[in-house]
Nanobody, 122 residues
Framework: QVQLVESGGGSVQAGGSLRLSCAAS?????MGWFRQAPGKERESVAR???????AVTDSVKGRFTVSKDNAKNILYLQMNSLKPEDTAMYYC???????????????????WGQGTQVTVSS
């Protein structure tokens, strides 16, 4: 049974930092972080391959860093200089295809965690 368990969310003031973790029950080549704020569509925040190729969305560039511990099957999202607009439920996702050529474009994030709430106050 696929399990993706997020942790590390919480409430912080603007300018603060949080580190999200996602513990996966199995190895996945392509993994990513998504977020959804109330009344808004879910958006991709970051994605990474086991080889370390990664990308983050423009709105978090220079502030968020995605990383992956392949030995432990853990995905991380280091979030610095947080802004109120970063407030959202953050979800971890995984693509079940271990042979995906690119994790940054054509992916199938069909496995999802339950999410962890991040709230940033001004």
């Amino acid at each position: 049974q696929v399990q993706l368990v997020e942790s590390g969310g919480g409430s912080v003031q603007a300018g603060g930092s949080l580190r999200l973790s996602c513990a996966a029950s199995d190895y996945y080549n392509c993994m990513g972080w998504f977020r959804q704020a109330p009344g808004k569509e879910r958006e991709s925040v970051a994605r990474i391959s086991s080889a370390g190729t990664s990308a983050v969305t423009d709105s978090v560039k220079g502030r968020f860093t995605v990383s992956k511990d392949n030995a432990k099957n853990i995905l991380y999202l280091q979030m610095n200089s947080l802004k109120p607009e970063d407030t959202a439920m953050y979800y971890c996702a995984a693509d079940p295809n271990p042979w995906r050529v690119s994790c940054l474009t054509k992916t199938d994030f069909s496995y999802w965690g339950q999410g962890t709430q991040v709230t940033v106050s001004s």
